[in-house]
Structures are given as structure tokens and as C-alpha cells.
């Protein structure tokens, strides 16, 4: 049932750009595990080896942490739809944040958005499919407009200072590289 791929094929991005939702799992050498999930339009695929995503802000900024510990990366797409289908990415990652050389080009990438924190770059190392057969049909309603109008209300300078009361440390203490190398 599962199949292996070096990268990723021209129906594996299709399916991706149908996917509505994606999953994000890190974990640094020790402490907490985390499995985020992302929507809005904030996933691309760079090339068949190479993929990127938006990182918004948000309460937690666990990934940054997990990745400056320990680049590993898992990406899921899951099929809601009709056609079972689950597509995992797995490879090393890197944070680039707004003070990054790469940070315009890869945010033009995007829409704009206030809350924009980081972009992680992922070198595919394996490209996984399953089944998926257990995974039950959802129907999209849409989109929440909850973060985007949070982080409007908030304005850039509001983000900012955000950042520095919740993004500075992972659940487990360690360093998100928001506010730069404090090592």
C-alpha cells in the first residue's frame, strides 16, 4: 500500500494543490513532539525536492524551536475527499525569518499577511504515500477569517511585540530564533 519516491511527482503536486489542509510535525532531540495544523493558502512546492510554508503567528512557535535543535521535518497532506490519499514529506528544514537575505523573495511567494513569522524551507528527503482508507470524508465549509483580522487588529508593530510575550521559548524552554541568535 505505501510507496516510496525520492521526490515528489507531478500527481503528488496536484494532489497537494487540492488539499485544503496540511500537518507539520517536528520534535528537537528531546522533550514535547509537536503535530501543527496549517491551512490558508500558505504552501509551495519549490521543486520536486523542495517545498516551503508560511508560518503565521500564533500562540505557540514550536517548530522554529524544534528545527534550530534538530532540522528534521515531517509534512502530512491527508484526503478528505472521495479518492483516499495520504502524502507525507519528510526531510530537513531551516526558519527564515523577516531579518533573512531570502525572507523577501520567499514571502513574495505568499500573500500578504501581517502575521507572517517565519518560512521554513523543507529539502525532501522521502516522499511517502498510504492509503489512507480509514481517514473519514470531510466537506469544506471554508476558510476561518479569525488569525488574519487577530493579526490586522494588531497591526505589524502589535505582531512584533507579540512575538517577544509568546514566541521567544518552545513549551520545553528552548530558543524559536524570533528575536534573533540569543545563544
Not at 61 to 67: D, K, S, Y
Request: net charge negative; charged share 25%.
Amino acid at each position: 500500500m505505501a510507496e516510496r519516491f525520492a521526490a515528489l511527482a507531478d500527481r503528488h503536486i496536484e494532489f497537494i494543490g487540492e488539499q485544503q489542509m496540511f500537518f507539520v510535525g517536528t520534535a528537537a532531540a528531546e522533550g514535547h513532539v509537536n503535530v501543527s495544523p496549517k491551512g490558508m493558502d500558505t504552501f509551495r512546492v519549490i521543486s520536486p525536492t523542495e517545498v516551503a510554508w508560511l508560518n503565521l503567528t500564533g500562540s505557540g512557535n514550536e517548530c522554529a524551536a524544534h528545527v534550530r535543535d534538530n532540522p528534521r521535518m515531517t509534512i502530512m497532506f491527508c484526503s478528505f475527499g472521495k479518492q483516499p490519499l495520504i502524502l507525507r514529506l519528510y526531510g530537513r528544514a531551516t526558519a527564515l525569518h523577516p531579518r533573512d537575505g531570502d525572507w523577501a523573495a520567499m514571502l513574495a511567494l505568499f500573500p500578504p499577511d501581517v502575521g507572517a513569522r517565519q518560512v521554513f524551507r523543507l529539502q525532501l528527503e522521502l516522499v511517502l504515500t498510504s492509503c489512507g482508507y480509514a481517514v473519514p470524508r470531510y466537506e469544506l465549509l471554508g476558510e476561518r477569517p479569525t488569525l488574519q483580522k487577530w493579526a490586522e487588529t494588531r497591526g505589524r508593530e502589535g505582531i512584533e511585540q507579540y512575538w517577544q510575550e509568546k514566541n521567544v521559548t518552545s513549551l520545553d524552554g528552548r530558543d524559536t530564533g524570533i528575536l534573533g541568535d540569543t545563544d
